[in-house]
Nanobody
Framework: VQLVESGGGLVQPGGSLTLSCAAS????????MSWVRQAPGKGLEWVST????????YYADSVKGRFSISRDNAKNTVYLRVNSLKSEDTALYYC??????????????????WGQGTQVTVSS
């Protein structure tokens, strides 16, 4: 299993980018896929998740209305369109495969595979 992100870069405030996550070793149409970011000196922050198709998408409040997650199952690739970028969006953006599990009477989720990340820097 491998996830490879691309598309990051240096962009001015208000600008846009499209991040890509190419998956291999499994089919993304059978998995929930997420984007998670880490800003300099901070912890991991969940950004967005898409279900097995684009009818189920979820966003952190901090990016809702500005970011859009999508997938191309034929290309086995997940995308994150990031618009109206702010300095606080500067981070290393990771693609991750969500893994759902149940223990006893409870169920939860985590991430079992991660990419290497793509850097997004928002600066004038």
């Amino acid at each position: 299993v491998q996830l490879v992100e691309s598309g990051g870069g240096l962009v001015q405030p208000g600008g846009s980018l499209t991040l890509s996550c190419a998956a291999s070793g499994f089919r993304i149409n059978t998995n929930y896929m997420s984007w998670v970011r880490q800003a300099p000196g901070k912890g991991l922050e969940w950004v967005s998740t898409t279900g097995s198709d684009d009818t189920n998408t979820y966003y952190a409040d901090s990016v809702k209305g500005r970011f859009s997650i999508s997938r191309d199952n034929a290309k086995n690739t997940v995308y994150l369109r990031v618009n109206s970028l702010k300095s606080e969006d500067t981070a290393l953006y990771y693609c991750a495969r969500r893994y759902d599990y149940c223990l006893g009477s409870g169920c939860s989720d985590t991430y079992d595979y991660w990419g290497q990340g793509t850097q997004v820097t928002v600066s004038s």
